[in-house]
């Protein structure tokens, strides 16, 4: 996402975008449910990555983020 922003020139997704990979990668578990929230929400009704993003990056991601929210909330159960 991060670097599909970066070849669009999507500086609001940029912004948006470019802590979160080191936060998906390093965070504790506690934390990594706060950084897919936040990957989440880049997908709202009024402002979505999707009206800048191809498709073919915006769905994938967001699979894998509600993949990990589940098993996120598998933990937790």
Known sequence: MLAAAKDLGATRWIAFFEPLPDRLRDDAPI???SAANRCRAA???KDSVRDVL???VTEPFLEAVDR???E????TA
């Open 68 to 70: 990990l929210i589940r």
């Open 72 to 75: 996120l909330n598998r933990a």
């Open 43 to 45: 997908y709202g009704v």
């Open 54 to 56: 191809p498709e073919s």
């Open 31 to 33: 934390a990594l449910r």
